[in-house]
Nanobody, 128 residues
Framework: QVQLVESGGGLVQAGGSLRLSCKAS????????VGWFRQVPGKEREFLAV????????YYADSVKGRFTISRDNAKNTVDLQMNSLKPEDTATYYC?????????????????????WGQGTQVTVSS
């Protein structure tokens, strides 16, 4: 079992930055690929980024490529999402998710059904 808790959300002006953190409990976290998603009410959950268990492989959605960076520290059981150049359209609830998976990550890890464990979400609001 893996439990995930997101933090770091808040209110930021357009052009600003936020760093989200996903803290995990459970001994198998270091064997998990971890993804970040976001959701706006009334819309489907949107994939943003994923990082492999080792941190050596990452994959990003086109909508955030070049602005967001995913990283992990297995010693601390954390996966962070650094978000720069934020836009009002980045306003959403952000979720991290984990899946026991030891391969490289790519587009095949972009689906919500790929993940077994989810956090409760953290709200990000970007004002114009």
């Amino acid at each position: 079992q893996v439990q995930l808790v997101e933090s770091g959300g808040g209110l930021v002006q357009a052009g600003g930055s936020l760093r989200l953190s996903c803290k995990a409990s459970g001994r198998t976290f270091s064997n998990c690929a971890v993804g970040w998603f976001r959701q706006v009410p009334g819309k489907e959950r949107e994939f943003l980024a994923v990082i492999s268990w080792s941190g050596t492989s990452t994959y990003y959605a086109d909508s955030v490529k070049g602005r967001f960076t995913i990283s992990r520290d297995n010693a601390k059981n954390t996966v962070d999402l650094q978000m720069n150049s934020l836009k009002p359209e980045d306003t959403a609830t952000y979720y991290c998710a984990a899946d026991l998976y030891l391969g490289r990550v790519a587009e095949h890890k972009a689906g919500v059904n790929e993940y077994d464990y989810w956090g409760q979400g953290t709200q990000v609001t970007v004002s114009s």
